[in-house]
């Protein structure tokens, strides 16, 4: 038995390293890339990968497919935003207001919404966005359509301003960081396995005890709180926000890290975004002179051949393929999945005695 416990903790050290291999790598990128342009890609794909991750809380793990996460990112945004122009409070306190807006805010009008299933909650989800957006356009409040500027000068980590990238690299990375990990947690809980039960059957879920409207609203307002979250961080870094931070276009830009890395995977949007972002700024950056639009013209395709061939994404096809085998076996040296089952119910046996 203490061979099985020995192999099984050998396999966990072996994955504990490659992570942190991979997590140093993207430490010292900014140590050797000094390129601008290069970093502000990888901003993008930790502020794009943080926003897919909350819509597939939502939408992957749930069920619920939502067409309005850029709504949420550009409430946080204006909601911080306004907080540190109006009412000059520290732009990390106006972080934590805005989130817990954008919570109240989708839970309220998400509430009822509910009784609606498949594409009825999707055009719900898209009219509230694009209501918002132009509540917003007709607000002197909120700057109209001219949007507003938040305020530069000296950097300052209380006043999180910078004039290069590299801190906002790392405010990126580890806001991609701490995001991965709260899904991860949610997935291995009770809430996530009623999530996912409600996902595949809702009647069923209802019948076996799962409350199924507790859950979802539960989904809504913590998805829509990442996506608040990244929108502080949008507006902080590009210091100026108008309502186009909002259109459909965008939520779907969300949306496309998810399926194309694997909507049933937590890790599906940051294997999507590490593809797709990149992708995408390469040929916005050779090609729309060319062609204006090639981007979405390229996300349109990606969407299109993954939904085709590849319905469960590259972590799908990697979950059944050599590859994984080869890396389980000669990399991470895992065990039988019995083997780890039984260890774990050896430890969970420890922990009630």
């Known amino acids: 038995m203490s061979e099985k416990i020995k192999t099984v903790r050998g396999y966990h050290r072996n994955v504990t390293i490659v ?20 970093l502000n890609v990888f901003i993008l794909i930790f502020y794009m990968s943080t926003l897919s991750m909350a819509w597939n809380l939502l939408g992957g793990m749930t ?21 540190i122009t109006k009412a000059h409070m520290n732009p990390w306190l106006s972080a934590v207001l805005g989130v817990i807006i954008v919570g109240l805010v989708a839970g309220v009008i998400f509430y009822p919404c509910f009784i609606l299933k498949g594409p009825y909650f999707t055009l719900v989800s898209i009219a509230f966005g694009e209501a918002l957006r132009q509540f917003i356009i007709n607000s002197s409040f909120f700057g109209r359509a001219s949007g507003i500027g938040l305020p530069f000068g000296r ?68 998805s829509a709180m990442v996506a608040g979250l990244v929108g502080f961080f949008y507006a902080s870094y590009i210091r100026y926000i108008d309502p186009e931070m909002m259109v459909q276009a965008k939520s779907t830009e969300s949306v496309l890290p998810a399926v194309v890395g694997g909507a049933a995977f937590v890790e599906g949007p940051l294997v999507g975004g590490l593809i797709m972002i990149p992708l995408s700024e390469f ?64 430890k969970q046996q420890g922990k009630e005695a």
């Open 19 to 38: 992570l942190g291999v991979i997590l140093a790598i993207f430490l010292l990128i900014p140590t050797f890339v000094k390129n601008p342009y290069t």
């Open 63 to 83: 069920g619920q497919n939502s067409l309005g996460h850029a709504a949420y990112m550009g409430l946080g945004a204006y909601a911080a935003s306004m907080l």
């Open 155 to 222: 950097d300052s980590w209380l006043n999180f301003r910078f004039g290069s990238k590299e801190p906002y690299y790392y405010v990126g990375l580890a806001m991609v960081l701490l995001v991965y990990l709260i899904m991860k947690k949610i997935e291995r809980s009770r809430m996530g396995y009623a999530l996912r039960t409600i996902r595949e059957d809702e009647d069923a879920a209802a019948a076996i005890g799962i409350n199924p409207m507790k859950y979802k609203i539960m989904a809504v307002v913590v």
């Open 283 to 346: 040929l916005r950056a050779k090609f729309s002179s060319i062609l204006p639009g090639i981007n979405m013209l390229m996300y349109a395709i990606v969407l299109l051949v993954v939904i085709r061939f590849r319905p469960a994404g590259i972590l799908g096809w990697y979950d059944h393929s050599k590859f994984k085998t080869f890396i389980d076996t000669k990399i991470l040296r895992k065990p039988p999945i019995e083997v780890i089952e039984e260890v774990e119910m050896m």
